[in-house]
């Protein structure tokens, strides 16, 4: 039991590290980095729903959501946990800027 909800503490945490660091900083780029590594995994369904509604390459929605989607989403996985292993890694050196745009996942303001 302890250890159940000291594993759901810990992932309650890492939902909150953006709240926790606003500006550009040495706390941001370490948030950022840790909740891209732990939430990148949200990409595949994201990029299904994505492309699902885009109907891209003439191909019907349903069907490209279901081919095309996955492995677009697991090629932005990928990406979105090479750069916050990135910045864990080098949270301390000083260029705090985000390098990959959108700076969150849920940050349904910014287009591809």
């Known amino acids: ?3 159940k ?3 759901l503490l810990i992932i309650f945490q890492l939902c909150l590290l953006p709240v926790y660091a606003r500006d550009y900083n040495p706390l941001s780029k370490f948030a950022r980095g840790l909740f891209k590594v732990s939430m990148g995994w949200l990409e595949v369904p994201r990029q299904m729903v ?4 885009a109907e891209s390459h003439g191909i019907s929605g349903e069907l490209a959501g279901a081919f095309w989607g996955p492995l677009k989403g697991v090629t932005y996985f990928l990406g979105r946990a090479i750069v916050g292993s990135y910045e864990v890694a080098t949270f301390l050196i000083p ?3 985000p390098l990959v745009m959108p700076e969150y996942i849920f940050a349904d303001d910014y287009d591809e």
């Open 1 to 3: 039991m302890p250890k």
């Open 50 to 53: 994505k492309v699902k509604e």
């Open 95 to 97: 260029t705090y800027k």
């Open 5 to 7: 909800i000291c594993f």
